[in-house]
């Protein structure tokens, strides 16, 4: 689902073992067996009833052992893994996922040729998450060059496939010929989007979510990647040498999983973190993190200003049950990339949820603040008083002061026009509720629907796309059903569906429910959790039962359907190249290619390793 699926400790905690930094001292002092560790300090978390965002042995289970290694070396749960040997965390890797480590990576090829070198530039792009600063994931039939005539015909060119991997949670940019993208593990790449052959990869210290932003600078360009260990990085987008490296935030967990935006000489950076995973543990000192946005120097690293979402540092608050201090207020993560508005010298944020008490007036809100200083010009709170930590999901929750809704946002604001010439900020919500608020008047409120139940894996997962009538909401909604030894499966029918609003109004024009593809299926499930495009005409939906598709964007009617869960032979010669559910990452459109990421195991999901080229013709 994604991450918000990875913001909420659904979403924010993706590999969440819930190992307390107590069991793993244990677990270092003793040789225990990597099955006896645990069932001493995981199950309790992984098998116990009513925490259906806390994924379950079998989730895990469909992740590759590289993935879990590297989320307990570089990843989320670094801090808690701190205190085991490195042959602990590789055996613990191995029975976590249930397989064995590659041997070497001699299975990757596809460099790229000196024939790939001298195909024709194109100067057509999908630039960041968004593929705009105002994050209308729309892509104009000018760049698109492609028609929704065109979308019947689309056929599979190439699939390239990230050695090691189990998930595919980055989206890719493009500019002219090229594509980059990260990946679970921190290699990053360039290929040729042609052909997909590699042109380089390069490292960065965490894994990557945030799709990377290609901007000239100066006499060469850059992609700006960001990590999960809160890490931002210019890279010389021709070579992938590194240029400079900035730690925006040290807070233990902090990462960054939405895009930077860019803008003339300076990055805009949002800044979550996975303290929620670290609040599992009853004698943890919750909580402490503050999100933030921060605006960096394009050409340096240098940062220019950063401003919280809690403007006060967390004080002393209580002492738990279990004697821990507690502390507040804390949380508030921006998981999605800024929305920026130049013209109006504002940037747009949407933000999560608290993680301890007190409650703040900027959770589970919008907000506008000034691009060249950072101070915050209006909060448009959506939903108050959402107060949530990982410790609720425990059976006596000391740390758990107040359980809300988890309700917080995973996408960004998308900043449209209408024909009046009033101007929206449209957010979608993991509540299910989409909400309309004018920016030009702090934020008041114009229009809200609901599209669906809403919840930590329901709702508006990732975000939305819109043209210049419609938004296009993606519902995810999920449900876990129980299995035998405690390891829950997805719901073949429960969830999904397509909806397009009207922007003036927020009517719903049309609604497609997901298509009965699971049947029959494990690991199967009908969810639109990954944002959705827009190209004229046509809107393209993954979904977690593995499927991209098509909609008409008159009526909604299923224009193409193609199902991403099967093996392919990698153009880079990995030999298990094979794709799964889609969740976290959107579709990208340019030039007459689609490109789709398959592969997201967690919350019951099936595992992947592939990027896919589609297009109308074979040119």
Not at 126 to 132: F, I, K, P, R
Not at 198 to 214: C, I, L, M, Q
Request: proline share 6%; glycine share 8%; with cysteine.
């Amino acid at each position: 689902m994604t991450e918000n699926q990875g913001h909420t400790l659904s979403r924010k905690v993706w590999l969440c073992f819930c190992l307390s930094v107590t069991a793993l001292i244990a677990a270092a002092e003793n040789p225990s067996t990597p099955a006896l560790i645990y069932r001493q300090y995981c199950s309790s978390c992984h098998t116990a009833p009513n925490t259906s965002r806390i994924p379950k042995l079998s989730s895990l289970r469909q992740m590759s052992a590289e993935s879990v290694l590297h989320s307990l070396e570089n990843g989320a749960m670094k801090p808690q893994a701190a205190t085991l040997t490195p042959a602990q965390k590789r055996r613990l890797a191995e029975y976590v996922s249930g397989k064995t480590f590659h041997a070497g990576s001699s299975e990757e090829a596809g460099k790229c040729t000196s024939t790939d070198a001298g195909e024709a530039i194109s100067n057509l792009s999908w630039n960041g998450w968004g593929a705009s600063l105002a994050n209308t994931r729309f892509q104009p039939q000018a760049s698109s060059q492609l028609t929704a005539a065109d979308v019947p015909r689309l056929k599979l060119r190439w699939a390239f496939a990230f050695p090691k991997q189990s998930m595919m949670a980055a989206q890719a940019a493009i500019k002219g010929d090229h594509l980059y993208i990260g990946s679970a593990d921190g290699t990053i790449y360039s290929l040729n989007a042609n052909s997909g052959c590699v042109d380089w990869k390069s490292h960065t210290e965490a894994g990557v979510r945030a799709a990377p932003n290609v901007v000239a600078s100066k006499d060469q360009t850059l992609a700006i990647f960001a990590d999960l260990a809160a890490n931002v990085y210019a890279i010389d987008a021709n070579t992938g040498k590194q240029i400079w490296r900035k730690k925006v935030e040290d807070f233990p967990g902090a990462r960054i999983s939405g895009s930077p935006q860019v803008y003339e000489n300076t990055i805009y950076v949002p800044v979550s973190s996975v303290e929620e995973n670290t609040s599992f543990d009853s004698k943890y000192e919750c909580c402490r993190f503050r999100g933030s946005i921060v605006a960096l120097n394009l050409y340096t690293g240098q940062q220019i200003w950063k401003t919280y979402t809690i403007p006060d540092p967390p004080v002393k608050t209580k002492l738990s049950s279990q004697a821990s201090q507690l502390w507040g207020p804390s949380g508030v993560g921006v998981w999605s990339p800024p929305t920026l508005d130049p013209d109006h010298n504002r940037l747009y944020v949407t933000t999560g949820n608290n993680y301890s008490e007190p409650a703040t007036a900027n959770s589970d809100a919008i907000l506008a603040l000034d691009m060249k200083t950072g101070k915050i010009i209006w909060s448009r709170q959506i939903t108050a008083k959402d107060i949530y930590n990982g410790n609720c999901e425990t059976e006596d929750k000391p740390n758990c002061t107040a359980a809300g809704p988890d309700s917080d946002f995973g996408g960004p604001p998308i900043l449209l026009t209408l024909p009046s010439g009033k101007r929206l900020l449209i957010a979608s919500q993991k509540s299910a509720v989409v909400t309309a608020v004018d920016p030009d008047n702090h934020g008041e409120i114009v229009w809200q629907t609901r599209i669906g139940r809403g919840g930590p894996l329901g709702g508006i997962e990732w975000g939305s796309s819109a043209d210049a009538d419609h938004l296009y909401a993606p519902l995810s909604d999920t449900t876990l059903i129980p299995k035998k030894h405690d390891d829950p499966d997805l719901s073949p029918s429960q969830g999904g569906g397509i909806f397009a609003l009207d922007l003036a109004t927020g009517r719903i024009a049309w609604h497609t429910s997901a298509p009965a593809a699971c049947q029959g299926l494990g690991h199967c499930g009908p969810a639109n959790s990954a944002p959705t495009t827009t190209i004229t005409g046509a809107v393209f939906a993954g979904s977690v039962d593995g499927h991209i598709r098509a909609y008409s964007t008159k009526d909604g009617n299923i224009l193409w359907d193609y199902n991403t869960a099967r093996a392919y032979r990698a153009i880079n010669g990995v030999t298990n190249a094979k794709g799964g559910s889609i969740d976290s990452a959107g579709p990208v459109v340019v030039e007459g290619k689609l490109f789709v990421v398959s592969g997201y195991p967690l919350w019951g999901g099936k595992p992947g390793n592939v990027l896919l080229m589609f297009s109308a013709t074979n040119h």
